[in-house]
């Protein structure tokens, strides 16, 4: 393994990271996605929702969060605005992928930007690339290898250009059952484990993993987001928090798959229940979902109210067990500093 990267990167990784090492960042690259919620807010088609609307919503939740965040991962179609004003405490991801996944034929494949690359990623700012890859390693080989050479591509332009790669990886039932029923439930901590081990091999060049946890919360007996039925019990659930962890080569971070706050922030407490080595969060919906009604009925001027309350006590949340329980991502390859890194 690889333990060892550049100055420039070491710099960028730092300036994602909090003081202590620890990336607790803040998600607004949701582009499809988002323009569905707003236009159900506004009762119009997505296709209604304008680019200023979506600019000014990455905007807000940029200007007023990021003062509580290590980073803040935008999109370069409408987070530049917000990238601009976010707060200088703050680093800066940009995705790389188009929104969505071709649809047209079977494995799920993500497409690039085509006026974008790692180059100018980071002439635009960027302290890192991140890439969403929906990945399980349930698929035809035939497709899951042509999406292993994708992120070689990807792996290897970001370390010609010193720019740190943050993979994202969401599993899904390549036979097309639902990803939110209790059987696929069951799969995911191997779907969750095997990417994790497939994606730290050092011919990707990925730097850190954007994981799911490995248990879907609903089927978790004990959870307070459990309704009654469940696939696995506590100790099975710690269990499969530690396998995903062992199976990890790279420094990982928690997403939020669009739960609601409180149900991730008792993902985290499972996580650190389990003695999981993660090294942060790159959380997006978990901390803002709640403010698209507000946006949609008041405005602006409401939406930002809402962020500066209940946004910024969501977040509070999340840094508080970041504070007591994440390890720094250097501290994955066993340095006592991100300077103990550079090669």
């Known amino acids: 393994m690889n333990t060892r990267i550049s100055a420039a990167k070491c710099a960028h990784m730092q300036a994602l990271s ?31 929702v304008t680019d200023e609307m979506m600019s000014e919503f990455k905007l807000s939740v940029s200007k007023v969060l990021t003062p509580h965040a290590s980073a803040i991962l935008l999109d370069p179609v409408w987070g530049m605005p917000g990238a601009a004003a976010r707060a200088s405490n703050a680093g800066l991801l940009l995705s790389y992928e188009v929104s969505g996944y071709d649809n047209t034929k079977p494995g799920r494949f993500a497409d690039l930007l085509p006026d974008v690359s790692a180059r100018r990623l980071g002439s635009l700012g960027a302290n890192a690339v991140k890439i969403l890859l929906y990945y399980t390693p349930f698929e035809d080989p035939k497709i899951n290898d042509a999406k292993h050479a994708f992120i070689e591509r990807i792996g290897d332009e970001c370390a010609a250009n010193d720019l740190p790669f943050f993979l994202e990886f969401v599993g899904y039932d390549p036979d097309g059952g639902n990803e939110k029923g209790p059987e696929f439930a069951k799969r995911k901590p191997e779907v969750v ?46 269990d499969h928090f530690r396998a995903a962890a062992d199976a990890a080569g790279r420094p990982f971070i928690y997403l939020s798959a669009g739960v609601a706050n409180d149900v991730f922030t008792e993902s985290l407490d499972w996580a650190a229940e389990a003695g999981v080595n993660f090294s942060g969060v790159l959380c997006g919906r978990a901390t803002w979902q709640e403010a698209i009604p507000i946006y949609c009925a008041e405005g602006v001027a409401a939406l930002e109210g809402w962020l500066s309350e209940h946004g910024v006590t969501n977040i ?21 500093s991100a300077e103990a890194m550079v090669a």
């Open 18 to 48: 909090t003081e202590n090492g620890i990336i607790g960042a803040a998600a607004m690259d949701q582009r499809g996605s988002l323009k569905k919620a707003i236009g159900a807010g506004k009762g119009i088609a997505p296709s209604e």
């Open 193 to 238: 484990a095997e990417s994790m081990r497939e994606f730290s091999k050092d011919r990707y060049g990925v730097d850190v993993l954007k994981v799911e946890f490995p248990v879907t919360m609903k089927y978790a007996a004990g959870s307070r987001a459990c309704n009654g039925e469940s696939v696995y019990s506590k100790a099975e659930a710690l």
């Open 316 to 336: 509070g949340h999340i840094n508080t067990r970041l504070a007591q329980n994440a390890t720094p991502w250097y501290r994955f390859y066993g340095a006592d």
